[in-house]
């Protein structure tokens, strides 16, 4: 996401737009199809930041996230991860 939109901040909620687009039919898709050592190579190959990082793994690896219903980005309880 951060070599397609290099504009965002990890911290910003992507939740409209080519953003959205891009997360919920092309990055996501990917992303679900990794490996563990996958994923690990690919952020380390594209450089991610801590901060893409750690959005990233709060975002999509968490237990909460539902990735065949709707994205949990989009709904605005979303960062209300449980603990």
Not at 19 to 40: C, M, N, R, T
Not at 49 to 58: D, G, K, S
Not at 60 to 80: I, L, T
């Amino acid at each position: 996401m951060w070599r397609v939109f290099p504009d965002l901040t990890a911290d910003e909620v992507h939740n409209q737009g080519a953003v959205d687009g891009y997360i919920e039919h092309e990055w996501l898709p990917f992303w679900k199809g990794l490996s563990e050592a996958q994923k690990a190579d690919y952020l380390d190959r594209y450089a991610a930041t801590p901060e893409w990082r750690e959005a990233i793994a709060f975002r999509y690896e968490w237990e909460g996230f539902d990735a065949d219903g709707d994205p949990v980005w989009k709904n605005p309880d979303w960062a209300k991860r449980p603990d």
